[in-house]
């Protein structure tokens, strides 16, 4: 009787083991993932880099947690002449439009963090928490040493301003039309053995000496704005009507990275990258009559960026960006000009050596 109670007792015991052993095993096995996934990271994009170590170095800190507060805006110019209506809205030939128009500032609180380059984010807007904001807006952003690219895409009903019509100046009212809109600037950095894009606007490295460098940037913007129901039941002698914005530019720039202060902490990047436009699709519609720009015309996209960091010590840095877009397309038929910016003012810290 003894041994059959040890013998049941084992037997008890056994399935709690088991337990306690795939728990083991599954805790090795997580283990064993998460370092392999570090070492990739480390190896493939953290450790590895085509930059001179003389100019340009990975910061202290393997994980880099950053506050963000950012502002945007969207304005627009839009000009045109009537022309090649029939019937009951003929007299609208010759007419000249114009409009100046805007939409609410956006502005958003973020969290973040990256672990060896690779990042995520989570942003808040306080008015649009309120009920106060209506506005979506998708910002991508990308740095590398020799690739970086800024993407944008807004859809609001906030677009709002002055509308001239034959000389009769209007006011459009918010939730009148609808605008959405989305813009694209790439970079190739060609010294980018001593020019740090990253160092000036994601700070996962640290610009040493001053270094500018030559820039072939790509701009492409499309989108629309065009009526919404509310301005036909407001406004209801108003045709209805909607512009079509697409441009894409081929051009280049020059870049400077300047390095000052005892300690190097202090770093100022200006930046722009004008593009001439070599093809558009740009229109305004008015009733179901279309007045289209020429497809190939000199026209131009200045894509300009700047920045300030300071690396007030080892661990932790502050900084300010600016980026803008602005668009000139202008000839005989229609002009239609957007400016596109972003502020940011960041506080970061470096953690775990």
Not at 140 to 160: K, Q
Request: net charge positive.
């Amino acid at each position: 009787m003894k041994h059959a109670g040890c013998w049941i007792l084992a037997a008890l015991m056994l399935p709690v083991a088991s337990a306690a052993d795939a728990q083991k095993h599954e805790k090795k096995n997580l283990l064993e993932v998460a370092g392999s996934v570090d070492s990739v990271l480390a190896h493939r994009f953290y450790n590895k880099t085509s930059y001179d170590t003389n100019y340009v170095v990975r910061p202290i800190g393997m994980i880099t947690a950053k506050l963000r507060v950012n502002l945007s805006g969207d304005d627009f110019n839009v000009r045109g002449t009537i022309s090649g209506l029939d019937g009951e809205l003929s007299g609208y030939n010759g007419i000249s439009t114009s409009a100046r128009l805007r939409t609410r500032f956006k502005s958003t609180i973020s969290l973040g963090a990256s672990y060896r380059g690779l990042g995520a984010s989570f942003a808040i807007n306080p008015a649009k928490m309120a009920g106060k904001y209506t506005d979506y807006e998708f910002s991508l952003v990308y740095y590398s040493s020799r690739f970086s690219l800024d993407g944008s895409y807004h859809r609001s009903t906030s677009l709002s301003g002055d509308i001239t019509i034959d000389g009769k100046t209007g006011y459009l009212e918010e939730n009148d039309v609808n605008l959405k809109m989305g813009n694209i600037a790439a970079y190739y950095v060609f010294n980018h053995r001593r020019f740090s894009y990253p160092a000036a606007f994601s700070q996962s490295w640290i610009q040493r000496r001053s270094a500018g460098s030559f820039l072939l940037g790509l701009s492409i913007q499309y989108g629309f704005i065009e009526t919404r129901d509310e301005l036909k039941e407001r406004r209801p002698d108003l045709p209805d009507f909607n512009v079509r914005i697409g441009n894409l530019g081929l051009g280049g720039g020059y870049g400077y990275n300047f390095v000052l202060g005892k300690r190097r902490q202090w770093l100022l990047h200006a930046s722009m990258t004008p593009t001439f436009v070599v093809y558009n699709y740009n229109k305004i519609t008015l009733a179901d009559t279309a007045i289209r720009a020429k497809h190939i015309r000199f026209n131009m996209i200045f894509n300009e960026r700047l920045a300030i960091v300071w690396n007030f010590s080892r661990r932790y840095f502050a900084a300010a960006t600016l980026t803008m877009t602005n668009s000139i397309f202008d000839d005989n038929v229609m002009v239609v000009n957007q400016n596109k910016w972003r502020a940011r003012a960041i506080f970061g810290a470096r953690l775990w050596k």
